[in-house]
């Protein structure tokens, strides 16, 4: 560490710490294990985080983050950037960590006004960082590479696990369908080679034992797909797609005997909130460094060798080689060994 640094690191108060994460919902829960990390390292920091508007919601009550700037992307997004670029430098940040490597991110990175500019070297603003740190695709968690960027402005931070908060359903008939034991299901995801495939979800709940009660949630636009796996076995099964706020989501996973999710944000809620999942990867791999951090937490995926596996570090539309492979070739006892 610079000598500079090291003396603002020493003998200033790193008081207020802003970090950058405007990406999808589940980079910004596991981004909050950073926020985690430098709670219990500084205790009275005031720390908050930047998000896109759709991604707020899920830090409302937050353990560990005070406050939460939104950046609009959706409409006026340059004029909300600068909005918020004010918003921010208001604040007058001792330290501001960007996870994105985005040029947007790093203009509002280098334009803070913050003592400490820290973020990947892949970001097109990182020449102007104060602190800079490479940014490692695979092999690594991402609570790792963020960790890793960070102790470059806080050298005695810890690795902890991201952390949300949990809110009880209001919705009555779901809260009394939930007294009884029960597993939920996750099927969705923004990218469609990542989604485990529908038939393969209904061949595992044909085989769920009759005394076992399923739900299944994600979002409003889940719910075809949720009733297509629910017809399978319409018995002691609910379909709660687009009726749960993701913190509402986060309560059920909790009670749940185990849940089975996506390489997807349902994965990550269940990480923050320590709830048992199971992860399924069709065409992503662990080694991206997206994988469950629960206490009780399995990863499911083909157990022999695809050539053609990963097909990218995100899903695709569609398997590239018609064939999908990598979902279809799991077998339904990975998953009924798991309840």
């Avoid at 203009?107 to 003592?115: G, Q, Y």
């Avoid at 939920?184 to 979800?201: C, D, H, M, N, R």
């Avoid at 399924?280 to 469950?292: D, E, K, L, N, R």
Wanted: aromatic share 10%; hydrophobic share 45%.
């Amino acid at each position: 560490m610079p000598f500079t640094l090291l003396f603002l690191y020493n003998f200033v108060p790193m008081k207020k710490v802003l970090i950058i994460q405007t990406a999808s919902l589940g980079d910004v829960i596991l981004a909050t294990a950073t926020a985690h990390s430098v709670r219990i390292l500084l205790p009275d920091a005031f720390i908050c985080i930047l998000v896109k508007d759709s991604c707020s919601h899920v830090l409302d009550n937050s353990p560990v983050i005070d406050h939460v700037f939104v950046w609009n992307k959706k409409k006026h997004k340059y004029s909300n950037l600068f909005s918020v670029l004010k918003d921010i430098r208001r604040e007058k940040f001792d330290v501001t960590i960007n996870f994105q490597r985005f040029f947007s991110s790093g203009f509002l990175t280098v334009f803070s006004r913050s003592k400490i500019s820290a973020g990947f070297n892949s970001n097109p603003m990182s020449l102007f960082f104060n602190q800079k740190a490479k940014h490692q695709q695979s092999g690594m968690h991402e609570i790792e590479r963020n960790l890793a960027l960070a102790v470059k402005c806080f050298p005695d931070l810890s690795l902890k696990k991201p952390a949300i908060a949990v809110s009880k359903p209001v919705n009555s008939a779901i809260l009394d369908f939930c007294q009884s034991r029960f597993i939920a299901i996750f099927p969705g995801s923004l990218w469609p080679t990542k989604q485990f495939p529908v038939e393969q979800w209904r061949c595992f709940m044909q085989k769920i034992p009759a005394g076992l009660f399923v739900i299944i949630a994600g979002s409003a636009a889940d719910k075809k797909i949720a009733n297509d796996i629910l017809a399978a076995r319409p018995e002691n099964t609910k379909n709660v797609c687009g009726d749960l706020s993701v913190l509402e989501s986060a309560w059920i996973m909790k009670h749940a005997v185990m849940n089975f999710t996506n390489d997807s944000a349902p994965t990550h809620i269940a990480s923050a909130v320590n709830a048992p999942v199971a992860t399924i990867f069709c065409s992503t791999v662990p080694a991206f460094g997206f994988t469950p951090l629960s206490d009780n937490a399995h990863i499911i995926e083909f157990q022999g060798a695809l050539p053609c596996r990963p097909c990218g570090v995100h899903g695709h539309k569609s398997c590239p080689l018609k064939h999908f492979d990598c979902g279809k070739k799991i077998e339904t006892k990975q998953l009924l060994e798991l309840i």
